[in-house]
């Protein structure tokens, strides 16, 4: 997996966190980018007027899986990918910034797969959370053990819901973390 950013963050000390080493990477990723881009040029408008789900899983690069540039999509991440966590970003994107495609990306061995919501709130209530706060939120787990129809039920509900574009062009896809390959689902 490629990226612009720099490797210095892995060399911390024990005292230091990675906000107190931002500065110092930033310098980093500044010479390294250079003027490749202009991005006050281009705009918030995504240039591929595209916007990508995906998980907030830290071994995925969104931008180079799918052979994307800095000013070319939206990525949306969150646990798990999911299309429902994603609607109120879609929104914004579609309707202020001229987005029409969207493109659902899970991937091969996912922390989402590993529990039920069932299980979840009972972990985080005996962790000593208040009950009525962990019994508010969804926490999303997979809904099948199939990642191909966990991928085909969050492209159905985007192109079911009341507030995303009825002529949007959405696909979902599987990227495979052992190899970096993408498939497409739908």
């Not at 579609?94 to 797969?113: A, N, P, W």
């Amino acid at each position: 997996m490629s990226s612009i950013l720099p490797n210095v963050l892995s060399s911390s000390s024990s005292n230091m966190s990675v906000a107190d080493e931002i500065p110092k990477s930033n310098e980093v990723y500044v010479t390294k980018r250079g003027a490749k881009l202009n991005l006050e040029e281009i705009g918030p408008k995504p240039t591929k007027k595209v916007a990508l789900i995906c998980c907030m899983d830290a071994r995925i690069d969104a931008f180079s899986a799918f052979g994307l540039k800095e000013g070319e999509s939206h990525i949306i991440r969150n646990g798990g990918g999911r299309a429902s966590d994603s609607i109120r970003s879609l929104v914004i994107s579609q309707q202020q910034l001229g987005t029409d495609e969207i493109i659902i990306m899970h991937h091969t061995d996912c922390g989402f797969f590993t529990f039920s919501e069932s299980e979840f709130r009972s972990t985080l209530k005996s962790n000593g959370l208040p009950g009525p706060d962990v019994d508010a939120m969804s926490f999303m787990p997979m809904s099948s053990d199939d990642i191909d129809d966990n991928v085909k039920a969050d492209v159905e509900y985007l192109k079911n819901h009341p507030l995303i574009k009825k002529e949007s062009k959405v696909s979902g896809w599987v990227h495979e973390l052992k190899d970096g390959s993408v498939r497409r689902v739908v």
